[in-house]
Nanobody
């Protein structure tokens, strides 16, 4: 069992930056593939970025070049650095941990991009 707690969301102006954090419980964090997803009301949750246990990263086209996912295994934490934010990035952002056939989700942190 893994518990995930996201933080770092908030209100930011267009063009601004935020860094989201996802802190995980458990001693085998380094083995998990981690991902960030986002969801707006009445729409399906969409994948944003992922990082493997080996550190390989991948991004949705909509955020490529603006967002950076990283992990610190010593701190059991995964990050999402978000730059050049746009109003369409407004969403509830979730962290996901996956290993074998198990997947765990956090409760989400709200990001609102508005002037």
């Amino acid at each position: 069992q893994v518990q995930l707690v996201e933080s770092g969301g908030g209100l930011v102006q267009p063009g601004g930056s935020l860094r989201l954090s996802c802190a995980a419980s458990g001693s085998i964090f380094a083995r998990y593939a981690m991902g960030w997803y986002r969801q707006v009301p009445e729409k399906q949750r969409e994948w944003v970025a992922g990082i493997t246990s080996g550190g390989s990263t991948n991004y949705a086209d909509s955020v490529k070049g603006r967002f950076t996912i990283s992990r610190d295994n010593a701190k059991n934490t995964v990050y999402l650095q978000m730059n050049s934010l746009k109003p369409e990035d407004t969403a509830l952002y979730y962290c996901k941990a996956a290993l074998n056939n198990n997947a765990y989700w956090g409760q989400g942190t709200q990001v609102t991009v508005s002037s």
